[in-house]
T-cell receptor, first 114, second 112 residues
C-alpha cells in the first residue's frame, strides 16, 4: 500500500523568508503527485501537480516542486513567502495501478508572520 | 464554471440517527470521490465512482456507510446509526477520467 509522509507539521516563517516543505512517499510503481492547499475557511485547492516529464513543476502563486524519483520525494518550495500564504498544505499521490484515489499526507500548517 | 457543490454545509445530528450528504460534481466529470477529514485521521479516502463501473468502496470504514451516484452525476453519502466518531468534514471531489480532482467545500458533520 502507498503512503505519504510530511515531515513538518507546523512551520512559522517571517514574510520574505524562503519555504521548503518536505514530502516523501512510499510506493514501488508509478505515481502522480500533488500539492493541495487549504486557506483558512476555504476548501482544498490544487497548488501544483506532477504526472510526467520535467520533474520541476511550477504551480500557482509562485510555488514550485521537484520530483526526485531516487529519493521518493516531492518537496514544495517558494523563494519568498507572503502573509497570504498562511494555510495548511497537503502532499498527495495517486498510484497509477490503484484507481484514481488520493492518498494524503498529514498536512503542514504554515503560518507567515508580518 | 461552477465548481463542486455540497449540501448541507453543516449538519448536527444525534447519535443513532441517519444522515444523508449530497454532492454535485463539476458538469462533465465522469469520476466522483468522497473523502473524510478529521483531526485524528487526517484526510481519508472513502469511495470512488468512475462512469458506469462498480464503485471502489475500499475506504468505507463500516457497513453503516454507503453511497450512490444517480444518473452519473449527483451523489449521496449515507451514514446510518451515526456514532460520535463519525464527526468530521466530508469532502466530495470530481475529475475527468484519471485527471486532477477538484474539491467541494465539504459538509461538517457533528454527532452529539
Amino acid at each position: 500500500a502507498q503512503s505519504v509522509s510530511q515531515h513538518n507539521h507546523h512551520v512559522i516563517l517571517s514574510e520574505a523568508a524562503s519555504l521548503e516543505l518536505g514530502c516523501n512517499y512510499s510506493y514501488g510503481g508509478t505515481v502522480n503527485l500533488f500539492w493541495y492547499v487549504q486557506y483558512p475557511g476555504q476548501h482544498l485547492q490544487l497548488l501544483l501537480k506532477y504526472f510526467s516529464g520535467d520533474p520541476l513543476v511550477k504551480g500557482i502563486k509562485g510555488f514550485e516542486a521537484e520530483f526526485i524519483k531516487s529519493k521518493f520525494s516531492f518537496n514544495l518550495r517558494k523563494p519568498s513567502v507572503q502573509w497570504s500564504d498562511t494555510a495548511e498544505y497537503f502532499c498527495a499521490l495517486v498510484s497509477t495501478g490503484g484507481g484514481n484515489k488520493l492518498t494524503f499526507g498529514t498536512g503542514t500548517q504554515l503560518k507567515v508572520e508580518l | 464554471g461552477a465548481g463542486v457543490s455540497q449540501s448541507p454545509s453543516n449538519k448536527v445530528t444525534e447519535k443513532g440517527k441517519d444522515v444523508e450528504l449530497r454532492c454535485d460534481p463539476i458538469s462533465g466529470h465522469t469520476a466522483l470521490y468522497w473523502y473524510r477529514q478529521s483531526l485524528g485521521q487526517g484526510l481519508e479516502f472513502l469511495i470512488y465512482f468512475q462512469g458506469n463501473s462498480a464503485p471502489d468502496k475500499s475506504g468505507l470504514p463500516s457497513d453503516r456507510f454507503s453511497a450512490e451516484r444517480t444518473g452519473g452525476s449527483v451523489s449521496t453519502l449515507t451514514i446510518q446509526r451515526t456514532q460520535q466518531e463519525d464527526s468530521a468534514v466530508y469532502l466530495c471531489a470530481s475529475s475527468s477520467f484519471r485527471d486532477t480532482q477538484y474539491f467541494g467545500p465539504g459538509t461538517r458533520l457533528t454527532v452529539l
